[in-house]
């Protein structure tokens, strides 16, 4: 089986500063004016216009089918800034008729008043990081807004013009009760989003939480929270697609679909990762930014990459660690499309997973059954013990 198709193609632009580091987080994110990440941001701009138009190499004649500015805090760049980079996406690139370009923003008064720009730049998705509406647990996660604010934010962002807004509000945090988290969901619920992610705290390395872990609400408390609140959503016009997603009128996130669906994504910014399709070659390539701010920076002109072609073996799992989180699943035939790989091949265990009641016995979609999202890592583990896989095309290439 060879790689005879390009699956669609997302755009992720990474802003890596915040106002202040949250003891929770893991991703690459710099407290800005902080030694070694002093906020640059024309500098930036620039850099990743450059970026940009080197990445460009892998479009292979397709547009943009959506966008992600995601951080650190997006928001934190001015209207004029976010403005410049589409601009130059569009133009070097071009973009989709019905392209979704989402941002990420913090509810803290300095952002709203940027709303009505960054809908006038283009971002037709708002993406509000509000975690909790109780100020115990925001003090708790290191937010620097409250509950106030988070709710004007909202507001403040329909009257700009959205009508595609996503909240995220976490659960399982330190000394929250089950009543705790359903408050925060029907307050979420009753701000009129299009759409909720709403996720399990977990304590990653590298995060002050980790450091100093602090008391987490035990597996039965967890069960109840994801339980209720699960209901919680369904009961108030809130479809669940994904594991922590759910969505109102089939507004999911497009951006996110394309990930989880295995399809193709530019990757530009301080740490970006990236996924390409290479039909010509038959393989499927990931590329890395460099991490720190000020390294990126420093190679401005053409931003320091590091590249490596995914094993044949590695794609398989590749494929289900994402396509398995959708509700609905994929259909079969991604499987083949998008990684090169005969689906015979891990048919059997396919048929076992199947006959434990892990996976659907959906001749049209790969997907898990409700036990199976309970018990993934079950499923994904089962998968990933094909080793090798047979293929006939399929060529790794050089890195």
Same mark, same amino acid.
Request: charged share 20%; glycine share 6%.
């Given at each position: 089986?060879?790689?005879?198709?390009?699956?669609?193609?997302?755009?992720?632009?990474?802003?890596?500063?915040?106002? !202040?580091?949250?003891?929770?987080?893991?991703?690459?994110?710099?407290?800005?004016?902080?030694?070694?990440?002093?906020?640059?941001?024309?500098?930036?701009?620039?850099?990743?216009?450059?970026?940009?138009?080197?990445?460009?190499?892998?479009?292979?004649?397709?547009?943009?089918?959506?966008?992600?500015?995601?951080?650190?805090?997006?928001?934190?760049?001015?209207?004029?800034?976010?403005?410049?980079?589409?601009?130059?996406?569009?133009?070097?690139?071009?973009?989709?008729?019905?392209?979704?370009?989402?941002?990420?923003?913090?509810?803290?008064?300095? &952002?709203?008043?940027?709303?009505?720009?960054?809908?006038?730049?283009?971002?037709?998705?708002? $993406?509000?990081?509000?975690?909790?509406?109780?100020?115990?647990?925001? !003090?708790?996660?290191?937010?620097?807004?409250?509950? %106030?604010?988070?709710?004007?934010?909202?507001?403040?962002?329909?009257?700009?013009?959205?009508?595609?807004?996503?909240? %995220?509000?976490?659960?399982?945090?330190?000394?929250?009760?089950?009543?705790?988290?359903?408050? %925060?969901?029907?307050?979420?619920?009753?701000?009129?989003?299009?759409?909720?992610?709403?996720?399990?705290?977990?304590?990653?390395?590298?995060?002050?939480?980790?450091? !100093?872990?602090?008391?987490?609400?035990?597996?039965?408390?967890?069960?109840?929270?994801? &339980?209720?609140?699960?209901?919680?959503?369904?009961?108030?016009?809130?479809?669940?697609?994904?594991?922590?997603?759910?969505?109102?009128?089939?507004?999911?996130?497009?951006?996110?679909?394309?990930?989880?669906?295995?399809?193709?994504?530019?990757?530009?910014?301080?740490?970006?990762?990236?996924?390409?399709?290479?039909? $010509?070659?038959?393989?499927?390539?990931?590329?890395?930014?460099?991490?720190?701010?000020?390294?990126?920076?420093?190679?401005?002109?053409?931003?320091?990459?590091?590249?490596?072609?995914?094993?044949?073996?590695?794609?398989?799992?590749?494929?289900?660690?994402?396509?398995?989180?959708?509700?609905?699943?994929?259909?079969?035939?991604?499987?083949?499309?998008?990684?090169?790989?005969?689906?015979?091949?891990?048919? %059997?265990?396919?048929?076992?997973?199947?006959?434990?009641?892990?996976?659907? &016995?959906?001749?049209?979609?790969?997907?898990?059954?409700?036990?199976?999202?309970?018990?993934?890592?079950?499923?994904?583990?089962?998968?990933?013990?094909?080793?090798?896989?047979?293929?006939?095309?399929?060529?790794?290439?050089?890195?």
């Amino acid at each position: 089986m060879a790689l005879l198709t390009l699956p669609p193609l997302s755009l992720y632009i990474h802003i890596p500063w915040c106002v !202040q580091k949250c003891p929770y987080c893991d991703f690459n994110s710099h407290q800005a004016e902080q030694k070694n990440n002093t906020l640059n941001e024309l500098d930036y701009v620039e850099t990743l216009k450059n970026d940009l138009q080197l990445e460009s190499q892998f479009t292979y004649g397709r547009k943009l089918s959506s966008i992600f500015f995601g951080g650190g805090t997006p928001s934190i760049f001015s209207a004029h800034s976010i403005a410049a980079i589409l601009d130059h996406a569009k133009k070097i690139i071009g973009f989709e008729d019905d392209i979704e370009i989402t941002l990420e923003a913090n509810p803290g008064t300095f &952002e709203q008043e940027k709303f009505a720009g960054f809908y006038a730049a283009g971002v037709n998705r708002l $993406s509000i990081g509000v975690q909790s509406f109780n100020e115990k647990h925001l !003090q708790t996660l290191g937010r620097i807004h409250n509950s %106030d604010e988070a709710k004007r934010a909202i507001s403040i962002a329909k009257k700009a013009g959205f009508s595609n807004i996503n909240i %995220d509000i976490m659960h399982g945090l330190p000394q929250q009760s089950v009543d705790d988290a359903m408050k %925060d969901l029907q307050q979420a619920i009753d701000c009129s989003p299009q759409h909720i992610s709403w996720y399990q705290l977990t304590i990653e390395a590298n995060t002050a939480f980790y450091r !100093q872990p602090p008391t987490l609400p035990n597996d039965d408390i967890l069960a109840d929270i994801q &339980e209720r609140g699960s209901l919680l959503l369904t009961d108030n016009g809130f479809a669940q697609y994904e594991i922590s997603a759910f969505s109102k009128n089939n507004q999911r996130s497009l951006h996110n679909l394309n990930y989880w669906q295995f399809g193709d994504y530019l990757g530009v910014g301080a740490g970006a990762h990236g996924k390409i399709t290479d039909i $010509s070659n038959g393989r499927i390539i990931r590329r890395q930014k460099t991490r720190l701010p000020d390294h990126y920076l420093k190679n401005a002109k053409a931003p320091k990459t590091k590249q490596h072609t995914v094993a044949t073996h590695e794609l398989n799992i590749e494929f289900m660690m994402n396509a398995l989180r959708l509700i609905e699943g994929v259909p079969s035939d991604f499987f083949e499309k998008r990684t090169g790989l005969a689906l015979a091949e891990i048919q %059997d265990s396919l048929t076992e997973l199947q006959q434990q009641q892990l996976l659907a &016995e959906a001749s049209t979609h790969i997907k898990t059954t409700p036990l199976g999202q309970r018990f993934l890592n079950v499923v994904l583990e089962k998968l990933s013990a094909e080793e090798k896989i047979n293929v006939d095309g399929l060529q790794t290439g050089k890195q």
